[in-house]
């Protein structure tokens, strides 16, 4: 019998949720071209985790015998920031990042630029009109199937209903699982197609504007 434990995200996790980060995203984040033991695929990794937390009021994991398999974070509206105390110096992140070979540096910083500015594109006037936002929900590839994700979001739901928010959005890209979203009750309000000039070649994909209405 599977034993499924959903509780508070706590600092000890971090490392638990960066890996689930590279599995949920490295395709999207081209990830599998590099080692992920070097320094600065790691500092590009803290600095996502960051902005992640930083916007985040709200987190949970998911434990299946003892191990995290699963994570969500979101934001309300007006809600106090939850995870500053897990923030790091950026200052070493900054370096690792300047330190890595020129062609790595490069891609680095044409995914992290084409990415930023098509989300701000996506976003543009429409803020406002959300009460927060799920910044994150994943579920190991080998606990996918057990009803986890839809646990983490039950979970993710009733904070934001206590909230009293009304509606909420989050950014995807087409190499997520989109049908999760789809499943839940989402609604895909924009989308847009970017091209990603990496030193190996072009990689294409579609960036998401998804909504929710609680």
Sequence with gaps: MNNVTIRELEEKDLPALKLLMVEAFGEGWNLARFDQSEDYVQALLEVYQSMFLTSSTFGKV????????????ASAKGEPEKFRQCQTDVAPNTLALLAAPEAERKDILEHLSVSFQTIGQLLENRLDAYDGSLEFIAVSQQAQGLGIGRMLWNETLAYLKAKSA???YLITDSACNLGFYDHNGFSNMAAKEV???YSTGQKCSTVFVYEYQL
């Design 195 to 197: 091209v990603y000039n």
């Design 62 to 73: 998911a434990e299946l015998d003892g191990e995290i398999v699963g994570a969500t974070l």
């Design 166 to 168: 009304k509606s909420i």
